[in-house]
């Protein structure tokens, strides 16, 4: 099998951690001017948290998937 018997967990861990990652440096980093006049200022902080959230709980559960493999 390409990659290994334990795709879906790899993948699921990329997605979780980068879900994560990008949703929290978008909090912690916002950009410095607008692209347009309808882009936001920052993040929106609700939706932001709520995404961090589920990557991390997506790659939580793909690393135990992983390990329990």
């Given at each position: 099998m390409f990659l290994?018997?334990?795709l879906l967990a790899?993948?699921?861990?990329?997605i979780g951690g980068a879900m994560a990652a990008g949703n929290l440096a978008a909090l912690l980093r916002p950009p410095d001017t607008?692209?347009?006049d309808d882009d936001l200022d920052r993040a929106?902080?609700?939706?932001s948290?709520?995404?961090i959230g589920l990557g991390v709980v997506a790659?939580?559960?793909a690393?135990?998937?992983?390990?329990?493999?």
């Open positions: 290994g018997d334990d790899w993948l699921v861990l990329a607008r692209r347009e929106p902080l609700a939706r948290i709520l995404f790659a939580i559960w690393l135990g998937s992983l390990f329990a493999a």
